[in-house]
RNA sequence: GUGGAUGUAGCUCAAUGGCAGAGCACCUGAUUGUGGUUCAGGUGGUUGUGGGUUCAAGUCCCAUCAUCCACCCCA
């Protein structure tokens, strides 16, 4: 019989041991901000109700998801989710006499999308999100853009800018410039290419998409005029003033401006800048994302508000505003920069107890057990072939056990277990009661 | 979905159409109470897969699959 071949599905991964460890660090610090500012953990299925995933994306949705089949044909068909957003949507919508508003949930866990794998892209990956289901009012977008920085700096990021806009001004801005609503989505997704291919390139796009001229000069100066300040959003105003939407969008930043303040955001670590877009189709309001002002990876955070989604479930919609953090690019940024904490380690083993000779293996077992009573997260060696003390200290280097415990028949003579410290040679002997007080000393 | 590149040992990669190799990793020993360093030896291959050209194919041709890159898209 042929062998199987041994291999993730394409755009799938695993994650061995040692990366789950720095996996996990990531995940407890993101899951710990959450909680400070309040989120509650919420899980959903991996599967959900075809009908309920395709909801307002129809057949652009379909594309990219991987339907989920068994043996029976008599039910209803599923699907597995490519967001957590779509999923939230319906739990507010199915739950809603359960809930009290504002809601406020965080859920980290894996989606799926039938993508084209690249770098940095990839048909599991997790999301990270954190959603105010219930209010409108600007704190509650500006309280998600603070919770984004704390994270981001709890793992040590520094140099990065939250970009702000709205959706209600790239609308106005789409009238401004007599650009009928069906044409829309093309303006959107050329002015998203600012930051790849230039003022330029934008407005070549935006000439061959039939922009009169003068318009798209006059677009130019709007969507360059980018900054923190709320001057900024004063000359926009002035420019915008017949376009209603456009007047509701610059008051909700300006809102925003004063929100964050006062929620611990530095005016160095935002920036209105009305050319960041976000493909997403169903915001409505004010819209972010984070760059790192030191690398050209992309956004690591995004979000935004989203008033009618929930509409899809149910027939008065709740206004709704949230925020992703990119978690698979902060990881890969964080592997590359060296990011994490020494103690973090290549193994969560503290402690490898060898075996002598097979004589000694209830020895052994005996100090194993005293040392997991004591707390301490303990190995016993255990092999089919011949025992032999070099082997295991071997076994505990390339592992990265900080600590072997040795009990050959001297020490159990005497009661008393020799451990060493593998990073520098230590090495010390102690009464075996002690021996977990002394491994806590040792670990430092 | 479009275009390009690459598939050789577990990993990173060599090999003018002419005996399939190196480094690292792994195993054994030097070392019967101690890892890393060193030294000696060893295992490991249907060269992604299927066809074709040739006296001869890892190498050339066709197909296919996979991976990577740039687009498209990115809920």
């Known amino acids: 019989m042929a062998q199987i071949e041994a291999r993730t599905a394409a755009g799938m991964r695993d994650f061995l041991p040692n990366e789950m460890l720095k996996r996990r660090y990531v995940i407890s610090i993101v899951e710990e901000v959450f909680q400070l500012y309040g989120f509650e953990p919420l899980q959903t299925p991996i599967l959900e109700n075809t009908e309920t995933l395709l909801g307002k994306y129809g ?3 379909e594309g990219l998801m991987y339907s989920a089949k068994h043996g029976r044909q008599d039910e209803a068909s599923v699907a597995m989710r490519y967001d957590l957003t779509v999923p939230l949507a319906r739990v507010v919508a199915e739950h809603y006499n359960e809930f009290n508003f504002p809601f406020k949930r965080y859920q980290i866990a894996p989606v799926f999308r039938g993508d084209r794998p690249q770098r940095g892209r990839f048909r599991e990956f997790y999301q990270c999100d954190a959603d105010i289901v219930g209010v409108g009012r600007m704190i509650a977008d500006s309280e998600l853009i603070s919770l984004a920085i704390k994270i981001l700096r709890r793992l040590g990021f520094e140099a990065f800018t939250v970009k702000i806009n709205n959706r209600k001004i790239l609308t106005g801005m789409g009238q401004y410039a007599g650009v009928p609503d069906e044409q829309l989505s093309d303006l ?7 930051d790849k291919i230039g003022a330029d390139g934008v407005q070549k796009e935006l000439l061959e998409g039939g922009i009169a001229e003068d318009v798209v000069e006059r677009m130019m100066t709007l969507l360059q005029a980018g900054g923190s300040g709320t001057e900024t959003l004063d000359n926009l105003a002035e420019v915008l003033a017949d376009y209603e939407v456009a007047v509701e969008g610059i008051d909700e930043l300006q809102q925003m401006a004063t929100h964050l303040t006062r929620l611990d955001v530095p005016a160095e670590n935002y920036a209105f800048d009305f050319t960041m877009v976000r493909g997403l189709g169903y915001y409505t309001g004010p819209i972010f994302e984070t760059v790192l002002d030191d690398d050209s990876i992309g956004s690591i955070s995004g979000g935004g508000r989203y008033d009618d989604l929930i509409g899809i479930f149910r027939k008065e919609s709740l206004p709704t505003t949230g925020i992703s953090l990119g978690i698979e690019r902060i990881i890969t940024l964080m592997d590359e920069r060296g990011m994490y904490p020494d103690s973090i380690g290549e193994t969560v083993v503290q402690v490898l107890v060898t075996v002598f000779n097979r004589e000694m293996q209830d020895e ?3 100090l194993a057990m005293r040392l997991r009573n004591g707390g301490i997260r303990t190995e016993l060696y255990m092999s089919d072939s011949r025992l032999k003390l070099g082997k295991q200290f071997g076994h505990a280097d ?7 415990a040795v009990m050959g028949p001297d020490e159990v003579e005497q009661d ?5 410290r593998l990073q520098d040679g230590t090495e010390v002997t102690v009464k075996r009661g002690e021996a977990a007080d002394k491994v806590r000393e040792l670990l430092g």
């Open 59 to 61: 057949e652009e949705a």
């Open 188 to 194: 959107y997704r050329s002015v998203d290419k600012f």
């Open 364 to 366: 052994a077992a005996a």
């Open 398 to 404: 390339k592992k990265g056990i900080p600590i072997v």
């Open 416 to 420: 008393i277990v020799t451990l060493k």
